[in-house]
């Protein structure tokens, strides 16, 4: 899967658990928080969720996600909310998903290491908070499922 | 086994008197951590389920009050973990009741009366568990340098009800079961590990039962602690302890199928368990009593528990399957064939 980053302005449903989780893991579970800098600091992330796209760069006062500018991104993540369901629900693995598709990485291997470091970070971060759990409920539950199939994502590449 | 109501009684008596709830009133200034379990077993060739009522730590500062754990193998694999807010939780310190939402468990005298209902999930409970041998208690299990554990046990009891299941109903008639309550300050992920374990003869007419238990170093490379006691029909039996008992790891366990809970934290493990054996045995002599037993694991439900000073995770491994325990206790012979569950606690 291709992915590219389109430049939409609203702020997407999973930026704002990703902004609100990232904020609450600051105060709830440091640690994590703390894990997920040390591993993405200095290597900004492009994020793509349902064609909507943000910049994640972590930084010495927390973290800044905006709009992306053309290739300045080292890192690219994509994928939807149904694939992000879908991991959740232990329906499918990372590597699966990666395989099949629905979750698309880019970036140099010593690079995808450290986000894989920073990602697994978030999640057990998220595991010890109670309100970043009320946040991905939020997020799951607020918008209807959004399913992309193969042609889709195909024509979204190239748009 | 013979029916007798003395018996039953005074097992009933044991229950009461060590099957409360012990939850604290007030937090030790200087210990946190405090963890407290009720938990259900149940196995068998087309069934395993497992039932968990988490009290946990009611001043811990993030978690929750509070998890229900329900898993059920029959076909496939099915179950999540929910959780509750103090409000939502009832378990008085004397008590031997808890309840979480809309879920329960008391003890009625006689017998165990579990209901439990997944608010995600089509899965529910509605037994009622009956004791069929004294309960055994081990007190003060010191868990590498922290303070201590205990552990109340239940080894058979006959489960009558249904589990619903996805819109499908299994009728239990007497399905063989496990109960434990356990109870201490510790931290997940400290310097310990254990494997605990039980098993039951098929059917009403094997008269064995055994628990096992095994307390080590977290790399398992010395233990702290061993132990296997034998039940005959309600009556303890036999108990060996320490070097009494060798054992026996083999093979690694790849069901064809498993489940992990929660799920999300599955996220960041491997597709493949790995640290649970496709084979435990061991063998116990004192004397010229000597028991040897052979566990082959074969389903596995995985539980995640997030270490408590560190970033980690401890995986409470529950691994079922079929048991044979064969030897000579005094001069008589023993045999069990049936099926077991083993616990394995990992990284």
């Not at chain 1, 709009?67 to 890192?75: D, I, K, N, S």
């Not at chain 2, 004294?134 to 201590?148: A, D, H, Y």
Request: aromatic share 8%; proline share 4%; with cysteine.
């Amino acid at each position: 899967m291709r992915c590219s980053s389109s430049s939409v302005t609203d702020m997407g449903d999973f930026f704002r658990f990703l902004d609100g989780a990232l904020r609450t893991l600051a105060i709830e579970v440091p640690r994590a928080h703390g894990e997920v800098s040390r591993n993405l600091r200095g290597l900004p992330v492009l994020i793509t969720v349902d064609r909507v796209s943000r910049q994640l760069e972590m930084t010495a006062g927390g973290h800044d996600l905006h709009v992306p500018r053309e290739g300045e991104a080292p890192l690219r993540l994509c994928t939807t909310r149904s694939a992000i369901v879908d991991l959740l629900n232990a329906r499918t693995t990372l590597l699966e998903s990666v395989r099949n598709d629905h979750f698309s990485l880019q970036g140099k291997t010593e690079h995808l290491v450290r986000l894989e470091a920073g990602l697994f970070a978030f999640v057990q971060g998220a595991a010890r908070s109670q309100q970043v759990g009320v946040l991905l409920a939020d997020y799951l539950n607020e918008r209807r499922e959004i399913s992309l199939d193969q042609n889709e994502m195909s024509t979204l590449a190239g748009a | 086994m013979k029916a007798s109501p003395e018996m039953d009684r005074l097992i009933g008596r044991a229950i009461e008197l060590g099957d409360y709830v012990r939850r604290p009133r007030h937090r030790l200034a200087d210990l946190g951590g405090y963890k407290e379990w009720l938990h259900f077993c149940m196995c068998s060739e087309s069934l395993d389920a497992i039932i968990n009522f988490n009290i946990g730590d009611p001043y811990a500062d993030h978690a929750s009050a509070a998890q229900l754990t329900c898993a059920v193998r029959s076909g496939g694999w099915h179950g999540d973990i929910d959780e509750f807010l103090a409000q939502e939780v009832s378990a008085t310190p004397g008590r031997h009741h808890v309840r979480l939402g809309e879920s329960y468990v008391r003890f009625e005298g006689d017998h165990y009366r579990l209901k439990a209902k997944l608010r995600r999930r089509a899965v529910e409970f509605d037994l009622a568990l009956y004791p069929l041998a004294m309960p055994s208690q081990v007190n003060n299990i010191r868990l590498g340098n922290e303070p201590t554990l205990h552990w109340f046990l239940v080894p058979r009891l006959l489960a009558f009800g249904r589990v619903q299941l996805d819109g499908e109903t299994i009728e239990l008639n007497g399905t063989p079961a496990y109960h434990d309550h356990n109870w201490g300050h510790f931290g997940w992920g400290g310097d310990f590990a254990w494997v605990w374990g039980y098993g039951h003869g098929s059917g009403l007419s094997s008269p064995w039962s055994f628990a096992f238990d095994r307390l080590s170093n977290r790399a398992r490379t010395a233990d702290l602690e061993r132990g296997l006691l034998i039940w005959k029909g309600r009556e303890r039996h036999r108990l060996f302890r320490g070097r009494d008992l060798t054992l026996l790891e083999g093979g690694s366990l790849r069901p064809q199928a498993h489940l992990c809970l929660p799920r999300g934290l599955g996220l960041t493990r491997p597709a493949q368990p790995s640290g649970v054996p496709a084979h435990f045995s061991g063998r116990a002599q004192r004397g010229q009593d000597v028991i040897e037993f052979e566990f082959e694991a074969q389903n596995l439900c995985q539980l995640l528990v997030p270490n408590d000073d560190d970033l980690g995770l401890t995986a409470i491994n529950e691994a079922s399957g079929r048991v044979h325990l064969e030897g000579v206790l005094g001069s008589e012979p023993v045999r069990l064939d049936g099926h077991a569950m083993f616990e394995f606690l990992g990284d």
